[in-house]
Antibody, heavy 121, light 107 residues
Framework: EVQLVESGGGLVQPGGSLRLSCAASGFTFTNYWIHWVRQAPGKGLEWVSRVNTDGTSTSYADSVKGRFTISKDNAKNTVHLQMNGLRAEDTAVYYC??????????????WGQGTQVTVSS | EIVMTQSPATLSMSPGERATLSCRASQSVNNKFAWYQQKPGQAPRVLIYDTSIRATGIPARFSGSGSGTEFTLTISSLQSEDFAVYYCQHYTHWPVTFGGGTKVEIK
């Protein structure tokens, strides 16, 4: 069974940092791109970042570029999202999601349950 | 960045009715297009990908169509479990973007 489990969320002050993790199981992790998508309270879905199969290629939404860093550890079947310089507008549930096709240019066929990040003083 | 616009924002329907949800892209996305369903407190789940392919386990009452910039999700006969929020997404290039969502609520 494919599973993605996020962790690392919590309450942090503006300007602070958090490191989210996405632990994967049930599939050959090295073959898949992984994305982070967030959802602010009562709002829609916003793509945040993605990493390719071996971690050598990454992309970021303009809203997080320069503050967030995504990485992929194929030895531990885990993707991390290092979030620095957090702002109130980063408050959201953060989901990790797997891309369906090996090439990366596809929909998200599996999602984790999400982890809450709250940025507030 | 491609902007995805969904309409209507809210659809008030009765069980058994046919629901039609629309999504427009600001430029052509070819067939790199998906629909997701999200229920309160849950992660989104994919219903339709590549415009018209039903994901595994998705009932046949869900169908997707369209091309270029105009796409439609049809639910042929609404069941109680279908009342939820639906999002469209393109994945033709970076960044992928989502529509703002259509809430299908019970009339």
């Amino acid at each position: 069974e494919v599973q993605l489990v996020e962790s690392g969320g919590g309450l942090v002050q503006p300007g602070g940092s958090l490191r989210l993790s996405c632990a994967a199981s049930g599939f050959t992790f090295t073959n898949y791109w992984i994305h982070w998508v967030r959802q602010a309270p009562g709002k829609g879905l916003e793509w945040v970042s993605r990493v390719n199969t071996d971690g050598t290629s990454t992309s970021y939404a303009d809203s997080v570029k320069g503050r967030f860093t995504i990485s992929k550890d194929n030895a531990k079947n885990t993707v991390h999202l290092q979030m620095n310089g957090l702002r109130a507008e980063d408050t959201a549930v953060y989901y990790c999601a797997r891309v369906r096709d090996f090439g990366g240019n596809s929909d998200f066929d599996y999602w984790g349950q999400g982890t809450q990040v709250t940025v507030s003083s | 960045e491609i902007v995805m616009t969904q309409s209507p924002a809210t659809l008030s329907m009765s069980p058994g009715e046919r629901a039609t949800l629309s999504c427009r892209a600001s430029q052509s996305v070819n067939n790199k297009f998906a629909w997701y369903q999200q229920k309160p407190g849950q992660a989104p789940r994919v219903l339709i990908y590549d415009t018209s392919i039903r994901a595994t386990g998705i009932p046949a009452r869900f169908s997707g169509s369209g091309s270029g910039t105009e796409f439609t999700l049809t639910i042929s006969s609404l069941q109680s479990e279908d009342f939820a929020v639906y999002y469209c997404q393109h994945y033709t290039h970076w960044p992928v973007t989502f529509g703002g969502g259509t809430k299908v609520e019970i009339k």
